[in-house]
């Protein structure tokens, strides 16, 4: 046998901007700079934008023509920014990243180029892997542009489009050379959206950040009404959980069975899939950890008081905790307990799901009781289904 270590180091940054197409505004700039060889031109830029952002913001792509303009020396953009439809649905189009090879092989784009992608966390993940499998993987940088993709998608390692229908089925990891999270992004955001990335907050609390839980408790009201300063915050904070997880937690790429910061998420994904993706990612996540806290409760785990200040605190800032494809069935069967297996075979290995144990803890179980599931389910039904929500939430008094 001749076997070698080898050892890479990986500096994994995000940035916290605004403006970030200002041409005064120098992260972006000083980010391709530190590409550029000695005495080299400018270094080549493709720029991919999610369309749906660009809809809301007209003047983006002028915006960005200027800041390249200004910034000539630095970068080059090789064409006017390629504009694709955001949203789930774009990871679900093969031909979208066939799309952007050729525009990566038409610019001829290098690895000392960057692709550069701004937009939601669907548009991320296709880009991301359009860029990573590109002659073997393109600098790339992020710039996500909702709540959600700037405190936990957006910031990770991992991109992504979905084949066979299911999420995420083809993917890489892939460390970007920079995130770059614009809040003047998130103003131009409808409400729901607004709170997608509340929900992911709360989940990285649970299982690891008591004190961040009880942050958002005392501004559960602010969160509500999606007030900009509260949602900062939160964005901040569930950034640097998530980038401590992959940086500190001993597993960026998932080589093991653990995934933590999928608490919530076996059904979330389902319940997506199920809905034809009509169910946002933020919405199923809400209802996805409503599943696991009360199996958890039932099953002895979780006191019953911190189970109802979890789900207190997912409705205080605005969150169903029922869908009703909950309780579709097929040949007699609860479609969404097929998720269970689905998450097993993404990850390979033993199934491996992540429960709350109290507020900041959480224990992983490799067996979920599938005659209790549906008691579960049945309970949400009754607690937060359709006219009985209100009748049994269990809201807490500090977060009402
Ligand atoms: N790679 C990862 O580690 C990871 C982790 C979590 C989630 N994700 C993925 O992220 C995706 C969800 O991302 P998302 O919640 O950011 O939503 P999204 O990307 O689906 O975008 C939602 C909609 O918002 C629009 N949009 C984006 N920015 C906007 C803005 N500032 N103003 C107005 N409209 C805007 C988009 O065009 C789209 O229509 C899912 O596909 C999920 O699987 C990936
Ligand atoms: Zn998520």
Redesign the pocket.
Known sequence: MIARTIQLTYEHRVFFTRAVFDPGNPVLRDLIAEGRQDGSGAVKILMVI????AE?DPLLVERIARYADAHAEVLQLVEAPLLIP???DC?NDWALVERIWERIHAGGICRHSYVIAV?????L?LTGFAAATAHRGIRHIRI???T??QG??GV?V???VNYFGK??WIGTFAIPHAVVNDLD??R??PPA?RR?GIIEAIKVALIRDRSLFEAMEAMAGRLANLEEQALETVIRRSAELHMNHIAQGGDPFELGSARPLDFGHWSAHKLEQISGFQV???DAVAVGMAVDLIYARRRGLLPPEDEQRALGLIRAVGFNLYAPELALRQNGELIIVRGLEEFREHLGGELTITLVTGIGRAIEVHEMDTDVLPLVLDEMAVRFGTGTAQAAGGVPARVA
């Open positions: 999610d369309q749906g952002l809301s955001g949203g789930e990871k937009g939601g966390g669907a548009l993940d996500p542009t909702t959600l993709s936990d998608g990770g991992k991109n992504g999420k995420n992004f998130l131009l955001l959206q997608a946002g990612h933020g």
